[in-house]
């Protein structure tokens, strides 16, 4: 099938030291409105009044004197995947500089990396899945790190990709893949890019939605996100769940289909995150702040317009960046969506970067929900405080160090982590809404909701889970 990247009539793409105005209104091409963006601009409005001071700067930019950022340049790290644009984009359109730092990005082969390489302060921030951050924070996964999440880089646009020959057999989406893990007598195996990862946990989710228990029907591998595409091609593996393009370029390819896109898993779900030690952010508060800046400013621009979105592709494809064909990222980039057995669709819950804000606040909530998830699948054993991974948070706390990890705690480390007065005071100074509530609410493929309430008992509410 050929895939065509043709857009509506917007102009020209813009020059990559064009940025447009902050202005609400986008061109007439731009993605469409999303209802819960509406909705959190009406709760933005009221919450802007009570957000922590904003900082002023003349012009929207630094000044020197005490708010300057205390260094000239930020090392970042990336993996090649589509959203990594956030981070190259304030690189290429030099809104870093506008901000007082210059981002030196360091792209990385693999999650481990990134993960030595913050704890060892040879990366001064990353491109970060959302549960590694936490999985360091908690020691599962690795040594414990204090880290912080300064803001969410985006939703949705991961996806789920089963073999062609699995396909062939009749494997399409979860029930029919069921069927086939469920009854035949042979060892599936299934690849996500790191433990504590989001890749991890929307595969897990996925599986244990159709009956499929992830620690006991199959075996799990993880494979680095660039290697997922040639190692199904190898034929070792059954399926794999990574981010963009590395779904699209299987079917590209000719070796996979997509199965599902983690946005079926939870729609608007928090994915990637901009995240760093905790050390990094009181040392340098800002230079955290610049860089929450700089990065909120590029994921506007990116969203703006569906134009933009093309220009970012056509950059990020770069062989510096994912080294893929532009195609392999533009089509998903667009919202333009097709399985690889010839259906096609626009997707309404493709990946955002910005969506007026509503996708960069750190919110509690999404930390905690994967710590539930690292709960139920056992990488956290017993009580989460019960091996230790937690008594330093409780003992912060006066707490004594036998006290059960209860419903309190897990709202108090994600308060540790998620840096939500830094970010919205780096929001305030660029006029972005804010949400009136640190926590919100979602339904997940299996009917159930998660709002941030009661995490202990929704950890245990699930009936697949680790023994």
Not at 363 to 368: E, P, T
Request: charged content about 20%; overall charge positive; proline content about 6%.
């Amino acid at each position: 099938m050929t895939m065509s990247t043709s857009l509506p009539p917007c102009g020209p793409l813009l020059p990559t030291d064009a940025v447009p105005a902050p202005a609400s209104a986008a061109p007439a091409c731009a993605a469409p409105a999303d209802p819960r963006r509406r909705d959190f601009v009406r709760r933005g409005a009221a919450a802007a009044l009570v957000a922590a001071p904003a900082l002023s700067w003349p012009g929207g930019v630094w000044a020197a004197g005490s708010d300057a950022p205390e260094l000239r340049e930020v090392r970042v790290g990336f993996i090649p995947l589509t959203d990594c644009a956030s981070l190259v984009m304030a690189s290429v359109l030099k809104l870093d500089e506008k901000h007082g730092i210059r981002i030196r990005l360091s792209k990385e082969p693999s999650w481990p990396v990134i993960r030595d390489k913050l704890a060892s302060g040879e990366l001064d921030a990353a491109h970060a899945l959302y549960g590694l951050v936490y999985g360091m924070h908690l020691g599962a996964g690795g040594p414990k790190t204090d880290m912080a999440v300064l803001m969410t880089l985006n939703n949705n646009g991961q996806g789920i990709t089963l073999s062609k020959a699995l396909a062939q057999r009749g494997a399409i989406d979860g029930p029919t893949l069921a069927r086939q893990v469920l009854g035949e007598r042979r060892e599936f195996t299934f690849a996500q890019t790191f433990p504590t990862g989001t890749h991890a946990m929307w595969l897990f989710y996925w599986l244990a939605a159709h009956g499929i228990h992830p620690l006991r029907d199959a075996r799990i591998i993880t494979v680095p996100p660039p290697q997922m595409v040639a190692r199904m091609q190898a034929g070792n593996m059954d399926g794999y769940c990574v981010g963009e393009p590395w779904n699209h370029r299987a079917i590209a390819d000719g070796v996979g289909i997509t199965a599902a896109t983690s946005q079926q898993v939870w729609p608007d779900h928090p994915e990637k995150v901009l995240g760093c030690t905790a050390a990094f952010v009181q040392r340098h508060p800002n230079t955290a702040r610049a860089l929450i800046m700089a990065t909120l400013e590029a994921s506007r621009w990116i969203d703006a317009s569906q134009a933009n979105r093309l220009k970012t592709a056509a950059v990020i494809a770069a062989p510096a960046h994912v080294n893929t064909s532009v195609d392999t990222i533009s089509e998903r980039i667009l919202g333009h969506y097709q399985n690889g057995l010839g259906r096609t669709w626009d997707d309404a819950n493709f990946m955002r970067f910005f969506n007026d804000g509503a996708v960069n606040y750190p919110y509690l909530s999404d930390g905690m929900w994967f710590i539930t998830q690292h709960k139920r699948w056992g990488l956290m054993k017993g009580d989460v405080g019960d091996n230790g991974v937690m008594l330093r948070q409780l003992n912060r706390a006066g707490r004594d160090r036998t006290a059960v990890f209860g419903e309190a705690d897990y709202q108090s480390v994600a308060r540790a982590i998620n840096q939500t007065t830094l970010y919205r005071q780096a929001a305030s100074q660029l006029k972005i809404n804010l949400p009136s509530s640190d926590l919100r609410s979602s339904r997940l493929i299996d009917g159930k909701v998660w709002d941030g309430q009661r995490p202990a008992e929704y950890a245990a509410s699930f009936a697949i889970r680790a023994s």
